[in-house]
């Protein structure tokens, strides 16, 4: 079992810049992926970033250049650095663990307005 406890999240106006944290219960040094998703009101869930056991890493095409992910293992937490935020960000932001299955947080929500 893993819990995952997702913080950082609140009210940036456009341009702004959040960093949410995601802590784990456990090490996550040998977890397979760890990656961030977001879902707006009256959408699906998307992913917005993976990195990987090994240090890579993938990004939707919309926050390509905007947003990083990194770990940090000793801590065993996950960032999402958002910078240039825009209105369409505005999301609940989970983060989500590939080990021996997959586990969820329970969000955190991020507001983008003026």
Same mark, same amino acid.
């Given at each position: ?10 009210? %940036? ?23 961030? *998703? ?9 992913? $917005? ?11 939707? =095409? ?15 937490? $996950? ?12 999301? %609940?932001? *989970?983060?989500?663990? =590939? ?10 929500? $991020?507001? $983008?307005?003026?």
């Amino acid at each position: 079992q893993v819990q995952l406890v997702e913080s950082g999240g609140g009210l %940036v106006q456009p341009g702004g810049s959040l960093r949410l944290s995601c802590a784990a219960s456990r090490s996550i040094f040998s977890f397979y992926a760890m990656g961030w *998703y977001r879902q707006a009101p009256g959408k699906q869930r998307e992913l $917005v970033a993976h990195i990987y056991s090994g240090g890579s890493t993938n990004y939707a =095409d919309s926050v390509k250049g905007r947003f990083t992910i990194s770990r940090d293992n000793a801590k065993n937490t $996950v960032y999402l650095q958002m910078n240039s935020l825009k209105p369409e960000d505005t999301a %609940v932001y *989970y983060c989500n663990a =590939d080990f021996k299955g997959l586990y969820w947080g329970q969000g955190t929500q $991020v507001t $983008v307005s003026s």
